[in-house]
Structures are given as C-alpha cells and as structure tokens.
C-alpha cells in the first residue's frame, strides 16, 4: 500500500515563502504523476500543480510566477516552494500521486494547513 506524508505548512505572513514536501512510500514500481491540492473553507478542493513522469508541470492561473513545483524521483518526492504568498493562499494543502505499485495507485496524503496571515 502507498501512503503519503506532507511537511512544511505553518504560518506565514503575506509576501513570505513557504516549502511543502510530499513523501511516497510503499510498494512502487513508477510514478505517473505527483501534484498538490488545496481546499480553502467552505469550497472545493482545487489543483495547485501537478507533475508529470516527464518533468511536464500545470499550474491553477491563481498560483503562476509564484509558485514551484518539482520532483525528486529517486526519493519519490514532490516539492512545492511557494512565494509571494497571499492570504486567499490559505488552505490545506493535499498531496497527491498516481502510479503503479503492487497494483494502479491514486493516494493522498493527510493535508498540511498553510495559512497566510499577518
């Protein structure tokens, strides 16, 4: 079973910087994709960024020239280095990652609350 484990949320003011980290573990042969979700209260769950087994990324219009997202294959890791943060960022924050393990995998991790405030 592949399980997913977030880090780096917390506090931060506006115009700061924050890094959120995605691990994958388990049983995993390939990874297609990996990516980062937000859900803000009281609405939907959204896609941040997404990348792709070739390196190929997408990201929402709201988040474009302000945030990173990469991936470290060797370690199954996804980051997300975000700046410039504003406080419509604030939300948790969910990794996702679709692959083939043991079986076809679609997993998420358990969410890390970001929130953007003085």
């Known amino acids: 079973q592949v399980q997913l484990v977030e880090s780096g949320g917390g506090l931060v003011q506006p115009g700061g910087s924050l890094r959120l980290s995605c691990v994958a573990s388990?049983?995993?042969?390939?990874?297609?994709?990996m990516g980062w979700y937000r859900q803000a209260p009281g609405k939907q769950r959204e896609l941040v960024a997404r990348?792709?087994?070739?390196?190929?990324?997408n990201y929402a219009d709201s988040v474009k020239g302000r945030f990173t997202i990469s991936r470290d294959s060797a370690k199954n890791t996804v980051i997300l280095q975000m700046s410039s943060v504003k406080p419509e960022d604030t939300a948790v924050y969910y990794c996702?990652?679709?692959?083939?393990?043991?079986?076809?995998?679609?997993?998420w991790g358990q969410g890390t609350q970001v929130t953007v405030s003085s």
């Open positions: 996702n990652a679709v692959g083939k393990g043991s079986t076809w995998f679609d997993v």
């Open positions: 388990g049983t995993i042969f390939s990874i297609y994709a």
């Open positions: 990348i792709a087994g070739g390196g190929g990324t």
